[in-house]
C-alpha cells in the first residue's frame, strides 16, 4: 500500500530496476548473458560497466526525504510510515 502510494507521488524512473516488484534484474541477466554469448560466437571484444550506487541514499538527509513526500502530498501516515524507518537506524559490523 505504502509503495502504491508513494510511486503516485513520485514516479521511478522507467530504467529504474531496484527496490520494485518487478523481473527488472532478471531481464537485466538475460539481456547480458545474450550479449556475451553473441561477442563469443562473433568472436568480438566486449566490454561491460557495472555502476554500484549502494550508498545512494546515505548522501541524502533524512529529512529533506519526509518534505519532499509533504511537498509532494503524500499521505500523512505513509510520511510517517517512512520517517519511522529512518528513526534510531544504525549498523552493526562484527
Avoid at 530496476?17 to 548473458?33: P, R, T
Wanted: net charge positive; with cysteine; proline share 3%.
Amino acid at each position: 500500500i505504502a509503495t502504491a502510494r508513494l510511486i503516485r507521488a513520485c514516479p521511478i524512473n522507467p530504467q529504474q530496476w531496484g527496490f520494485i516488484c518487478a523481473s527488472g534484474y532478471s531481464e537485466n541477466l538475460k539481456l547480458l548473458k545474450l550479449v556475451v554469448r553473441n561477442a563469443k560466437r562473433e568472436q568480438r571484444d566486449l566490454g561491460v560497466v557495472f555502476v554500484d550506487i549502494a550508498k545512494a541514499f546515505d548522501t541524502v538527509c533524512h529529512q529533506h526525504i519526509v518534505e519532499g513526500l509533504v511537498q509532494r502530498g503524500v499521505d500523512p501516515h505513509v510520511i510517517r510510515l517512512v520517517s519511522e524507518m529512518y528513526r534510531n537506524i544504525w549498523t552493526y559490523i562484527s
